[in-house]
């Protein structure tokens, strides 16, 4: 018998385009953001930096001071967005270019 299990990932799949939205939601004032574990933003530098905005968790790099790329992110019903070389849809690079800054500097105030 065969069995078709072609959509089972998509069910469990976010997009870039709803892990932007969210994290342009956070500068608008919409979500809170929290960030998880003790380092600060400046203090991790060049590594990954875990934020929770409202029960999402979002994995975003930090390259020398700088807001690079997001990484992961896992919603609060388990659907997960990661990042992947080939696809290269990013949802930090669909922020605006002030979207972008606001987020950074909000990263840096946590």
């Known amino acids: 018998m065969a069995f078709d299990n072609s959509d089972t990932g998509s069910l469990a799949a976010l997009t870039a385009t709803e892990v932007s939205q969210v994290l342009r939601e ?9 960030r998880v574990g003790i380092q600060t933003w400046d203090e991790v530098y060049a590594c990954h930096f875990v934020v929770v905005i409202e029960g ?12 690079d790329y997001c990484e992961q992110c896992v919603s609060p019903e388990g659907k997960r967005w990661d990042f992947d070389l080939i696809d290269r849809k990013d949802p930090i690079a ?7 800054q606001v987020l950074e500097r909000m990263l840096k105030a946590l």
């Open 56 to 67: 999402w968790r979002v994995t975003l790099y930090n390259d020398c001071d700088e807001l």
């Open 26 to 34: 956070v500068t608008l004032g919409q979500r809170a953001m929290v």
């Open 94 to 100: 669909l922020l605006s270019p002030s979207e972008h």
